[in-house]
């Protein structure tokens, strides 16, 4: 797992930026499977979905002390509760 630092990012939501900079901390690495996950496109695309660990709604907390990368189906399991 990569080692995070606390870091805030810009309160614009839909910008991008909590994703750009989580899957960037995670090197497009899914956190639970291990997953490297890039398009293979001229220019990479990163097929990982960024997640709060806590949800924004109910923290408001951007830091990627609070973010995860994680594969899209492991995503929707977490948010589940799944694991």
Known sequence: MARLQRQWLPEQRG???????GLEAYEYTCAVSGLKL???HSSPVPLLDACHIVPWAVSHDDTMSNGLALCPN???AFNRHLF
Not at 15 to 21: A, H, L, Q, T
């Open 15 to 21: 910008c991008g930026v909590f994703k750009r900079v």
């Open 74 to 76: 492991l995503h929707r």
């Open 38 to 40: 890039l398009s293979t």
